[in-house]
């Protein structure tokens, strides 16, 4: 039940990251959206996050560290 509900909770992670962006797009919330889909296993969109947050802030180390 704890799995579970972690797995909701990190979707609904990705759902408040996503209309973030979508409102204004910053570094932040593309690593913080990569780190949710790092745990549930979706690489290639983590890196692709990664990438972005890069492309607004080549100094922001997690992004590197995520990707």
């Not at 509900?5 to 962006?21: E, K, P």
């Not at 959206?33 to 549930?40: F, G, I, S």
């Not at 990438?51 to 560290?65: P, S």
Request: net charge neutral; proline share 1%; glycine share 2%.
């Amino acid at each position: 039940a704890a799995k579970a509900n972690q797995v909701v909770a990190l979707i609904q992670a990705l759902d408040c990251y996503s209309s973030s962006l979508a409102l204004s797009p910053t570094c932040l919330a593309y690593a913080n959206r990569a780190m949710a889909e790092l745990k549930l296993g979706k690489f290639k969109e983590a890196e692709e996050d990664c990438c972005e947050a890069l492309l607004l802030d080549v100094m922001y180390v997690k992004a590197y560290q995520r990707r």
